[in-house]
């Protein structure tokens, strides 16, 4: 993968594409007289800026070489925070309707900016959080008014049940300074050699690069993963906060790696579908969370390939209506599916029309494979029928017995509660949480009991189940989870980081096994309990 470093007038004049990409969407809009009239006042301007006198050749010059990239960043957001307005004009009716053209912004990258600069912030890239203080609006952060609303980019808005459990908090903060830390120039997060990359810089001293390298087919979908997780935290591209730029980095890395058909990502191996299904999900959560128009083409197409990809009447699993179905690709479409419908259902509550196209039979599809792979006795659910464990790579099936993990159970759960299922009244429900409660997150290397993705999915479930399942799946999560994560060394090598133990983590690497564990801990306030609070 091919990254060029860019100069720092490269960096303002791709910056500057935010703007030009506004200002096209503007003329659309705009009856024909306006824009006939907006560009002969352009034409005017640049010619006059070409003057053969000295005085006026000097001054573009000097305008330019003034100008620094907080100047350029603050003329963005101002044109970003513009966007949802002409988002929802109405178009006339007795105007031609022109097509959109494609961003291109291949490579672009802002590698030769000092790191705090690049992120947005100042000072000390270990500063404490200063979140967006307007977060309630849906543009900025996923306020209150976004149907993300418990997600504030400080810690005051990420309240919820959550608030005041500063372990957990802590937890997520120095996660996400370590996921910025080893973000490649590109915008994406590399599961293989994510170490050669500290603050935008390459290391070169082999012995300080932190070691939990995955594969580099995964690329895709840890990058998916680790948005997420700054997504979940309530970060966006948008508002004055540190990672504004590392979200809109890795927005337009997946838009840039998103062919015609929507999928994200090259085809190369049958795994290709996790890799979409992540993305997708960072895709649709970034839309949802700012409205901007930027992403809401993405997040289509991405939805498009999901119902593309689905088996008739059923669910999903490798490549393309394969023929048959599993449950651990079926539980990440459904992961990017539900957010989808809670955006167009937050929108249509606003009196807005929905702004996505979903294919929402695929719920119903994804119900009735689970209940074709769900044990009715005990509520065991199957990955691909049932009876049998969840998936484990064929060399770590030794090492990781199924018996030591319900992961294909808890995204079943989880399923069951964000389709509509009352977790007091279903009893597969009740069953799986009851299947989750024998089987906490333990940190155990020798006996095979770490499992980040199963971790993951019941940390999800058992929220929307709580009482008592809850309250003791959350005091495990803290012998398991906090106090396992990396404090030494800084935020270059191991600090926030979660070393990749876990049957996956040959796959995904450092990069996943943080990102998953970050989003963990966000689980107070990433979504709602869909039936109340218990």
Known sequence: ??????????????????????????????????????????????????????????????????????????????????????????????????????????????????????????????????????????????????????????????????????????????????????????????????????????????AKRPLGAGKALYDPGVTGLALCAFLGAGYTNRGKHPFAKTVSRGLRYLKNIQDPEGCYGPRSTQQYIYNHATASLAMVEAFGMTGSSIWKGSAQKALNFIALARNPYFAWRYGIKPGDNDTSVSGWMMMALKSAQLVNKDSLKRGKPAPLTLDESAFDGLKAWLDKVTDPDYGRVGYVQRGTGPARPQELVDRFPGEKSESMTAAAVLARCFMGEDPDKSPMIKKGADLMAKLPPTWNKADGSIDMYYWYYATLAMFQVGGKHWAGWEKAMRGAMIETQRKDTDHCQYKGSWDPVGPWGPDGGRVYSTAIMALCMEVYYRYDRVSGTR
């Open 1 to 206: 993968m091919a990254r060029h470093a860019r100069t720092q007038h490269d960096y303002a004049f791709a910056t500057q594409g935010d703007f030009n990409e506004q200002l096209y969407l503007a003329l659309r809009q705009s009856p024909w007289w306006m824009t006939s009239i907006a560009i002969h006042v352009m034409v005017f301007f640049v010619l006059t800026l070409f003057d053969t006198s000295d005085a006026t050749a000097a001054k573009p010059k000097t305008v330019q070489a003034s100008m620094q990239a907080e100047d350029v960043d603050q003329d963005v957001e101002k044109e970003d925070e513009n966007e949802s307005e002409i988002e929802y004009q109405e178009m006339p009716t007795d105007e031609p309707v022109i097509k959109d053209e494609p961003i291109e912004d291949k490579n672009i990258t802002d590698n030769d900016l000092p790191y705090e600069e690049s992120l947005g912030n100042e000072g000390d890239s270990d500063a404490p959080f200063e979140g967006p203080s307007d977060s309630g609006s849906i543009g900025i952060g996923g306020g209150a008014g976004s149907p993300f609303g418990k997600r504030g980019g400080n810690r005051d808005a990420r309240k919820g049940d959550g608030g005041g459990k500063r372990p957990f908090d802590d937890a997520v903060d120095d996660a996400l300074l370590w996921l910025a830390a080893h973000q490649s120039p590109d915008g994406g997060w590399e599961g293989a050699t994510f170490d050669r990359w500290c603050k935008g810089q390459v290391v070169s001293d082999a």
